[in-house]
């Protein structure tokens, strides 16, 4: 890795080393010690279904502690848990020592579903996550064309489809501000694009160009394109867009890896890799400049890539810092936007259920031949119709081909589960990979689309897991804030960051604060068959760690809401210390 390629804006410094090489230690001595920490080891039992920790869990009258105060490392891997006296007996004359001064130290972060390329991107974009209004955003864009050639493309992303459904924008107000530049404006969570009547242009979009199964491109008054474009439809703009070098999309790689790196973050699963982002991303591993590992989930929607990857089978090691074992698919939409596909009616659209499958562009012969190649599948399934017909599809595969039920697969956000599909996920061996801000931004709207029966079995973190089934936590960004502060409040609290609602949006979803850490560490090693090599602090294990300055055992019991203070105090990958505040 280049010296200087990271900097946070905040006057904090990543730590610029070769993160593919391990250091040479005097014999015997360790590389790094950490000491004077709250460490949480996560080696002890799994907790109950019902998140009562177990018996030998580091907890005295209901009330946490850490299990050690020390961690020593050589080599890329934890040689000792245990007492500073212990630790520091490891020391030898190149020994780098950390005095954390009562930081807590956990296993190192995962966020198991994460588009960070996109949040590289973001970041050099127009940010519109807290606009609410039209106008706000259009003004937003139009201070920014003031410093962009014309003729030069606008990008934008982060304007809430679910919040906005009721009122969604046209290109009038954006094409009258910007009559000279082509504007992309993705949503919040990717399912609605937003454009001005340049980009339309540009792109030749016109009423009579052909809409995608799936998608809805609104007309206006005048018949012509209204500027939005919902769903599968979001694909014509994005495939008006003129492509970007190899360069940019490896330039946003490591601005998007950066910031995770930051925030605490030692691994990321990218969710839906195409051939470019796939290139550069090997092109960052070739040059030893990837900072933290990335778990590659290739994209069913790129059929050459996975012809590619089917013929040569997935990836078998765990140690590179660039693993591709896994495929991203699409079944349905999003429920903002009215796309999930549900078994009845939307209470707020009667006579509409959404779209799936096919419809939807699931290409079901690539994803059997993927999986019988070997591939873990994490499939997109959001309304508990969709939710179902993946069930369904995994069933029938794996019933079909036994082999094929080893792969761990997955249904990423499982957000609308009908309870009598709720075990299915334990039967089947299928891994929940869910989002807890999800259910804390969705909830000003979430009951209009569902009713109050429906939404029972909608972000039912606790319902799954007494049902049995295996989670891993993410946020899905950069669609949701992925602070690991902002997941856990949300999943032990079912509350936003504004405190709301008052004890918590359906408070019987609510998770244990080890269930919501494990979800985040553990369980996501688990879903990267890592289970071995990582997730909890111990001898042997990889030495990726996460410091903070918070313990959110102690808060969780105590002040939950303090936990949203918290801060990232260092980030750990295979040794070395890759971003220290």
Known sequence: MKAGLFASVLGVVLISVSYQATAKAAPGGADLILTDAHVYTLRWGEPSLDGMPAPDAPTTNGKWHPDAAAVAIRGGKIIYVGSDQGALALRGKRTRVIDLNGATVIPGLVDSHTHFIELGA??????????????????????????VPKGEWIFGAGWDEGAWANRYPDKQQLSAALPDHPVVLRSLHGFAIWTNQAALDAGK???????????????????????????????MVEAAVPPEPQAIVARHALKGLGQMATDGYVAVHEAGVGAQAMAALQQLED???????????????DPPLMRQWIARGPDRDSDSMLVTRAVK???????????????????DKPGHRGISGSGYGFDRDLAKAAMKAGFQ???????????????????????????????RHRIEHA????????????????????????????KSWAEDRLGPQRILGAYAWRSLRTGGARLTFNADNPGSDHSIFYGLHAAITRQDKQLQPPGGWYPAERLTVEEAI?????????????????????????????????DPFALAATAPEKILAGRIRATIVSGKVVYQR
């Open 122 to 147: 973001k970041l050099e974009s127009v940010d519109l996550t807290d606009v609410a209004t039209e106008a706000q955003a259009v003004a937003k864009v139009a201070e920014r064309a003031r410093s």
């Open 205 to 235: 979009i016109t009423k009579a160009s052909p809409v995608p199964v799936g998608g809805e491109m609104r007309l206006g008054p005048d018949g012509e394109p209204s500027g939005l474009f919902l769903n599968r439809a979001a694909t």
């Open 287 to 301: 040059q030893n400049r990837l900072p933290i590992r990335v778990y590659a989930l290739l994209s069913l929607r």
């Open 415 to 442: 957000q609308v589960i009908s309870p009598e599909d709720q075990p299915r996920f334990a039967r089947l061996g299928v891994i929940a990979s869910m989002e807890p801000p999800h259910a804390v931004e969705d």
């Open 518 to 550: 494990r979800g985040y560490t553990s369980w996501s090693a688990y879903a990267a068959f890592r289970e071995d090599q990582t997730g909890i602090i111990a001898k042997g294990r990889w030495a990726d760690l996460t410091v903070m300055d918070i």
């Open 329 to 347: 698919a699409y079944y349905d939409g999003a429920l903002g936007s009215r796309g999930a596909r549900l078994l009845d009616d939307y209470a």
């Open 377 to 407: 599948l994490g499939i997109h399934a959001i309304g508990d119709a969709g939710n179902r017909e993946v069930l369904d599809f995994l069933e029938a595969e794996c019933k079909a081909d036994p082999n094929t039920a080893q792969g």
